[in-house]
């Protein structure tokens, strides 16, 4: 069964940090990429930011590039969201989204809209200006 949980939302002020996990199982890890999305009350899903198990691709929306960034445990199944210097118009419910990601696939030409097969529950971020 493929299963990711993320954890770590909570609240934060303007300028402070905070660091999302998405623990997965279910799947070969290296084969897949992991992607975090965020959705904010009124607004459309945005995908934030993605990381290529593959290859160790990684890509950022420009609103969090410079900001954010994305890393992977391969011994612990898990991939961070460390998100710095926060903004209130951060505040969203923020998911992992997982595909398996295949050489040539469409996925790198458009990793943070690519449709992607298995998601999490999500996690509450709150950013308090």
């Known amino acids: 069964e493929v299963k990711l949980v993320e954890s770590g939302g909570g609240l934060a002020p303007a300028g402070g940090s905070l660091r999302l996990s998405c623990a997965v199982s279910g799947f070969p890890f290296d084969e897949y990429a992991i992607t975090w999305f965020r959705q904010a009350p009124g607004k459309e899903r945005e995908g934030v930011s993605s990381?290529?198990?593959?290859?160790?691709?990684?890509y950022y929306s420009p609103s969090v590039s410079g900001r954010f960034t994305i890393s992977s445990n391969n011994a612990k199944n898990k991939v961070y969201l460390q998100m710095n210097s926060l903004k209130p118009e951060d505040t969203a419910v923020y998911y992992c989204?997982?595909?398996?990601?295949?050489?040539?696939?469409?996925?790198?030409?458009?990793?943070?809209?690519?449709?992607?097969?298995?998601w999490g529950q999500g996690t509450q971020v709150t950013v308090s200006s």
């Open positions: 989204a997982a595909n398996r990601v295949l050489p040539g696939s469409t996925y790198y030409r458009h990793p943070l809209i690519y449709e992607h097969d298995y």
């Open positions: 990381l290529a198990n593959t290859d160790g691709s990684t």
